[in-house]
Every structure is written in structure tokens, then in C-alpha cells.
């Protein structure tokens, strides 16, 4: 079996280019398509597209010398990894159709579990018209309102992992900088030129006759739903966004404001800037909410330049906090999703999940603790809509494996499996790390973090190869964790008393 996600550290260098020169210099197949599939951990689909016979192995591999960083991308070697140790071991074909992909929102038909969530990505006609045609379901817009935008610049700043990929994203972003009437515009237009896209229309009001009014033209110019915006973080004025969704009574008040305006499903989007959500989910509900969105932003702070003292992005010698995004918040994003899965008060609720996706599985955690369906923005601001293409394709081919035949039959099956408290854990078996000697290249990392941040149950041998002390050994697996070269996993048990 491939372990997961060890092809993406061989290609950290690989530049995700538009139109790769790599594959523009083979004309044998697509080596661009295929290196993006591996990065957003697709590896099966890929190997279920490589030719039965592998084309590499007489190539003298002009797709590296034409790389934009030539020499530093093995191409090659990927791609045979992907024809012999992949495709071997696939169970299934590449499924031909998409058919299992489709669901619903509140009872309106979607291609397909993943939307555009409400933010610059979808923020024009030609955007989402680009993206639609890229195989997106469909879109939540930009925010719309009411009243004036105007916004910082620069207004992003990010952490990024060692490949320079962005692990933590910071925006201090606002709503749609276009007229409601320049909006209402482009939902006619879209409507028109794509009639099964879904149109998710986020809408934000200062009062109750605007979240009114707001959702009755979203309706009446083409919008299939209505999203509220009760948790935005960078708000100029107080008393909006996440200011409402900290509070219950607002969430209520608001959505029936809306419900008043449109016969329309109506999502209410709730902060994640509160302890526990259910409180304003529930009073969404009885405000007509069918559904919830989450999760927006996090309120956040990233860095201090140690010269200005100002944090990023800075905008003229100040800073503020912002709404933190990306994979690195999708943890905190599927706690919120069970949370709201596991509450009875909330069944028969679209569950609208976002909060770090980058790659088909992320999105199917989300499903598997009862989501409907899937938003995303960070990963599209930094690799594009054509991210789709793998999001479809990995998740169709997981069903198709598993023997799902729609996406419904995976929603919330991981449920009964999450508890809020730790109380419910067996505590009387110790699971022991196993030590692959032929991976194991005698950094001594996991003696290092064992003694310094565990229980001292590791030491080297001579030849420099870890000997567990099981004596010791309490099964944290910190070990596991720290391992560069994946050389440690799960190993036998012991019970530590009886039953």
C-alpha cells in the first residue's frame, strides 16, 4: 500500500505551472495533469489514467530539462512510481461517469458536492462563468449590500510551509465592492448562460429591511438560494457579520427578516469566533434557516514584523485583526461540523461545510461528519479553479471504491465516532510503535522528541537503529509523528490491565 501523500514531498518543487512546459515537450501524455494530481492527493485517478504501458521508460525525459526549474522535479521517476506501484494495486477502473457526484441543496439538484464559497473567487461574471466551466456545481457570491466598500491594500498576508505552499491565510477583505443593482445583473446573466449552476447568494443587511429586501431581489434575479452573512470578521462598522453571529437573538431576528423576503432555501453562515455554534444555529432555525454555512474566517493576528512592529499585511504603518482561512483551520472547521451534525435539533438541516479544503479528501471528512455539501476559497485563490478536476475526480473514485453509489450514502457516517469529551476512550491498552529498519535511515529524531517530550523508551543501537524500550513505551506515538522518513506506524498491543 502507498503511503499517503509521500509522492507529494518528492515533487515540492513542482511549480503547478499554467501551461507546464513539461507537458507542452512530451507528447506522449499529460505529466502536468498528473503531477497536480499527486499534490492535491489523487494519486489512484492518476494512476488510472497512465497508459498501460509506461512511456517513460525509453524517454530521456525533455519534460525536466523544460521544467521552469529544471533538474529540481523528478518527472520521471514520478511517473513511473505512479505506473508501478499504483496502478497495480488499484481495485477499480476510473469510474466513466460522475452520476454519483450528485446531490442536492435543500432540494435543488447539484452537479456535484463543491461550491465557490462567498469571497473574491466568486466575485464577477467572468469568474464565475470560468469557474462553472471548469466543472464547478456552483457558487456562493460575494457578499452582497448595501453599502459602501472600500478596501485596504494590501489586505492579505499567509504562513507558508516549506515548499512555499500556504498553510494559514489571512485576509482583512470586506463584501462586493458592486452596486446591488450591478449584482442582480450578473445572477440574470449567469442564470442565462447556465441554468443548472447553483447560485448561492450571500447577502448582508444593516437592518431589518434590508436583509428583507436584499433576499427578495436575490430571488427574483435568479439566485436558487440565499446564504447570511452573520460571521464575517472585518466589518469597519460594529453591530455587522460576526458581530451577529456571537449573538443568538440577532441570528433569529435576522433570518426571519430574510425569510419574510423569499420563498427561497436560506443558509445562515455562522462564525466560528464563539465557543460552542449550536446556540446561534438553533435560533437560525427558528428564524426559517434550512440550512447552515460554516465555517467563515477566524479572527486573527499573523506576525510581528520585529523592525515596524506592525503585523501583516500592513497598511500604512497599521494592521488589524483579520479572518484567518486555509488547511491549517480545517481542524477547528470539522469540530464546528460535528458539533452541528450531532445536534438533534438541528436534523433535517443542510449542513454547508468550508474551513481549509484543499483536496477531495478533506472535503469527504467534512461529508463524513454530515455535510451536504463542500465550499471552498483559499485553495482556489492560491491553485485555481482547476482544482475541480481532482476534487471530482478523487471523490468519485472513493465512492465508486467504497461501493457508494451517491454522495449521501457517505454523509455523516463518521459521526457516531466523535465524542466532545475524552471520558468515552478506552485508556487500558498501550499500542507500541513498529520500526521499518529498511526505511530507517538513524537520524535519531524520534529518540530526540521520545526523550525530550516523551517517556525515554527510545534509544539507538550501534548501527544507528531505534530499540524501544517497552517497559516505557506508553503508546503516545510522538514517534510516529516526527519520523522524516516515515519509518515508524502502528504496532502490537498490550493490555495493561484487565477488563
Not at 21 to 32: E, L, N, S, V
Not at 145 to 166: K, L
Not at 196 to 225: P, V
Request: include cysteine; charged fraction near 25%.
Amino acid at each position: 500500500m502507498i503511503e499517503k501523500k509521500l509522492f507529494r514531498t518528492d515533487m515540492l518543487k513542482c511549480a503547478l505551472c499554467q501551461d507546464a512546459p513539461c507537458t507542452k515537450t512530451c507528447g506522449r501524455m499529460d505529466p502536468a495533469g498528473l503531477l497536480r494530481s499527486i499534490w492535491f492527493d489523487d494519486e489512484k485517478a492518476a494512476a488510472s489514467r497512465f497508459p498501460a504501458v509506461d512511456p517513460c521508460l525509453d524517454c530521456p525525459a525533455p519534460c525536466e530539462s523544460a521544467c521552469v526549474r529544471a533538474g529540481e522535479v523528478p518527472i520521471r521517476a514520478l511517473m513511473t512510481r505512479l505506473h508501478d506501484e499504483v496502478k497495480p494495486g488499484l481495485e477499480i477502473p476510473l469510474p466513466e461517469d460522475e452520476s454519483r457526484l450528485r446531490t442536492e441543496l435543500c432540494g435543488v439538484p447539484l452537479e456535484n458536492p463543491f461550491l465557490l464559497s462567498s469571497s473574491v473567487v466568486a466575485s464577477t461574471y467572468d469568474m464565475c462563468a470560468r469557474a462553472f466551466e471548469a466543472g464547478w456545481a456552483g457558487a456562493a457570491f460575494k457578499t452582497i449590500c448595501s453599502f459602501d466598500i472600500h478596501e485596504a491594500s494590501p489586505r492579505f498576508s499567509a504562513i507558508t510551509g516549506d515548499s512555499g505552499s500556504i498553510i494559514g491565510f489571512k485576509n482583512i477583505e470586506q463584501l462586493s465592492d458592486h452596486s446591488v443593482a450591478e449584482n442582480m445583473e450578473i445572477f440574470r446573466r449567469l442564470k442565462v448562460k447556465y441554468p443548472t449552476k447553483f447560485i448561492l447568494a450571500s447577502i448582508m443587511g444593516q437592518n431589518d429591511a434590508e436583509w428583507e429586501e436584499l433576499s427578495r431581489l436575490c430571488e427574483e434575479n435568479g439566485a436558487d438560494a440565499i446564504e447570511l452573512n452573520f460571521s464575517c470578521p472585518n466589518m469597519a462598522d460594529g453591530g455587522l457579520g460576526s458581530d451577529i453571529g456571537q449573538a443568538p437573538e440577532l441570528v433569529e431576528r435576522f433570518t426571519a427578516a430574510a425569510r419574510r423576503g423569499t420563498k427561497l432555501p436560506i443558509l445562515a453562515k455562522l462564525t466560528p469566533n464563539v465557543a460552542v455554534m449550536s446556540p446561534a444555529a438553533e435560533a437560525a432555525k427558528r428564524g426559517g434557516a434550512d440550512g447552515i454555512a460554516a465555517i467563515n474566517t477566524i479572527k486573527s493576528i499573523i506576525g510581528v514584523n520585529p523592525h515596524t512592529y506592525v503585523s501583516a499585511p500592513a497598511v500604512h504603518g497599521m494592521s488589524a485583526v483579520g479572518g484567518y482561512s486555509g488547511n491549517a483551520v480545517k481542524p477547528i472547521a470539522l469540530r464546528f461540523i460535528a458539533e452541528l451534525g450531532q445536534n438533534p435539533a438541528l436534523q433535517g438541516m443542510h449542513l454547508s461545510a468550508m474551513g481549509g479544503v484543499e483536496n477531495w479528501s478533506d472535503a469527504l471528512e467534512f461529508i463524513l461528519l454530515g455535510a451536504g455539501s463542500v465550499q471552498v476559497t483559499t485553495a482556489v485563490m492560491q491553485y485555481g479553479y482547476r482544482i475541480i478536476d481532482d476534487l471530482k475526480a478523487g471523490l468519485n473514485y472513493y465512492l465508486a471504491e467504497k461501493g457508494f453509489s451517491s454522495v449521501e450514502e457517505a454523509r455523516g457516517l463518521a459521526l457516531d465516532s466523535v465524542s466532545d469529551t475524552t471520558d468515552v476512550l478506552e485508556r487500558d491498552t498501550v499500542v507500541f510503535p513498529k520500526f521499518h529498519r529498511e526505511k530507517c535511515v538513524g537520524c535519531g529524531r524520534c529518540v530526540i522528541s521520545c526523550a525530550d517530550g516523551g517517556h525515554q523508551a527510545i534509544r539507538l543501537s550501534e548501527d544507528r537503529r531505534p530499540i524501544l524500550d517497552g517497559k516505557k513505551c506508553v503508546g503516545c506515538h510522538l514517534c510516529v509523528l516526527v519520523c522524516p522518513e516515515r519509518a515508524i506506524s502502528s504496532g502490537r498491543k498490550r493490555i495493561t490491565k484487565a477488563s
